[in-house]
Protein backbone atom coordinates (compact mmCIF):
# COMPACT_ATOMS: atom_id res chain seq x y z
CA UNK A 1 0.00 0.00 0.00
CA UNK A 2 1.37 3.14 -0.69
CA UNK A 3 0.16 6.58 -0.42
CA UNK A 4 -0.10 8.99 -2.91
CA UNK A 5 0.42 12.77 -1.76
CA UNK A 6 -1.27 15.62 -3.50
CA UNK A 7 0.10 18.65 -3.83
CA UNK A 8 -1.03 22.28 -4.74
CA UNK A 9 1.19 23.09 -7.57
CA UNK A 10 1.82 26.34 -8.59
CA UNK A 11 1.85 27.22 -12.13
CA UNK A 12 5.32 27.70 -13.95
CA UNK A 13 6.59 31.24 -14.71
CA UNK A 14 5.99 32.11 -18.22
CA UNK A 15 3.10 30.44 -18.75
CA UNK A 16 -0.14 32.97 -18.29
CA UNK A 17 -3.37 31.44 -17.04
CA UNK A 18 -7.28 32.38 -17.61
CA UNK A 19 -8.19 35.07 -20.19
CA UNK A 20 -6.35 38.02 -20.99
CA UNK A 21 -7.15 41.42 -19.73
CA UNK A 22 -7.37 44.44 -21.79
CA UNK A 23 -6.38 47.60 -19.80
CA UNK A 24 -8.15 49.52 -22.33
CA UNK A 25 -11.54 48.21 -22.00
CA UNK A 26 -14.67 49.82 -20.40
CA UNK A 27 -15.00 47.77 -18.15
CA UNK A 28 -11.32 47.97 -17.08
CA UNK A 29 -11.74 51.87 -17.21
CA UNK A 30 -14.89 51.57 -14.87
CA UNK A 31 -12.84 49.28 -12.29
CA UNK A 32 -9.84 51.44 -12.29
CA UNK A 33 -12.05 54.48 -11.51
CA UNK A 34 -14.08 52.34 -8.77
CA UNK A 35 -10.68 51.62 -7.16
CA UNK A 36 -9.38 55.33 -7.32
CA UNK A 37 -12.55 56.21 -5.27
CA UNK A 38 -12.40 53.35 -2.92
CA UNK A 39 -9.07 54.78 -1.81
CA UNK A 40 -9.82 58.12 -1.53
CA UNK A 41 -13.27 57.49 0.71
CA UNK A 42 -15.29 59.21 -2.37
CA UNK A 43 -17.11 55.52 -2.99
CA UNK A 44 -20.53 55.46 -1.74
CA UNK A 45 -22.83 52.92 -2.26
CA UNK A 46 -26.84 52.52 -2.15
CA UNK A 47 -29.66 55.08 -2.28
CA UNK A 48 -28.80 58.51 -1.07
CA UNK A 49 -30.92 58.96 2.35
CA UNK A 50 -33.70 62.27 1.58
CA UNK A 51 -33.22 64.47 4.77
CA UNK A 52 -36.78 65.43 4.11
CA UNK A 53 -38.60 62.91 4.45
CA UNK A 54 -40.89 61.43 6.99
CA UNK A 55 -39.12 59.05 8.24
CA UNK A 56 -35.49 61.02 8.41
CA UNK A 57 -37.56 63.63 10.57
CA UNK A 58 -39.28 61.26 13.32
CA UNK A 59 -35.78 59.41 13.40
CA UNK A 60 -33.96 63.06 14.43
CA UNK A 61 -36.93 63.45 16.70
CA UNK A 62 -36.15 60.32 17.89
CA UNK A 63 -32.49 61.02 18.39
CA UNK A 64 -32.95 64.43 20.18
CA UNK A 65 -35.57 62.62 22.77
CA UNK A 66 -32.78 60.38 23.80
CA UNK A 67 -30.31 62.89 24.10
CA UNK A 68 -32.75 64.83 26.10
CA UNK A 69 -33.18 61.34 28.41
CA UNK A 70 -29.57 59.88 28.75
CA UNK A 71 -29.92 57.95 25.44
CA UNK A 72 -32.87 55.61 26.60
CA UNK A 73 -36.05 56.13 23.86
CA UNK A 74 -39.15 55.53 26.00
CA UNK A 75 -41.99 54.76 24.03
CA UNK A 76 -45.67 52.86 24.56
CA UNK A 77 -47.38 52.64 28.82
CA UNK A 78 -45.15 53.34 31.41
CA UNK A 79 -44.26 50.28 33.12
CA UNK A 80 -44.77 49.69 36.75
CA UNK A 81 -42.02 48.99 38.91
CA UNK A 82 -41.99 45.82 40.31
CA UNK A 83 -41.62 45.26 44.51
CA UNK A 84 -43.16 48.95 45.00
CA UNK A 85 -47.04 48.63 45.57
CA UNK A 86 -49.55 51.35 44.69
CA UNK A 87 -52.02 52.79 47.31
CA UNK A 88 -54.77 55.21 46.55
CA UNK A 89 -56.32 57.31 49.16
CA UNK A 90 -59.93 57.42 49.18
CA UNK A 91 -61.86 59.91 51.55
CA UNK A 92 -64.65 58.02 52.12
CA UNK A 93 -66.05 60.22 55.13
CA UNK A 94 -65.91 63.52 52.74
CA UNK A 95 -64.12 65.58 55.57
Do not use: C, F, Y
Not at 61 to 90: C, D, F, H, Y
Request: proline share 4%; net charge positive.
Amino acid sequence: MTQEIITNELPIKGIKTGRKINPNSTRQKRLAELEIRRANGELQKGRPVNQDSIRQKRLAEMKARAELNGGIIKRGRPAIALGISATVEIDVLGG
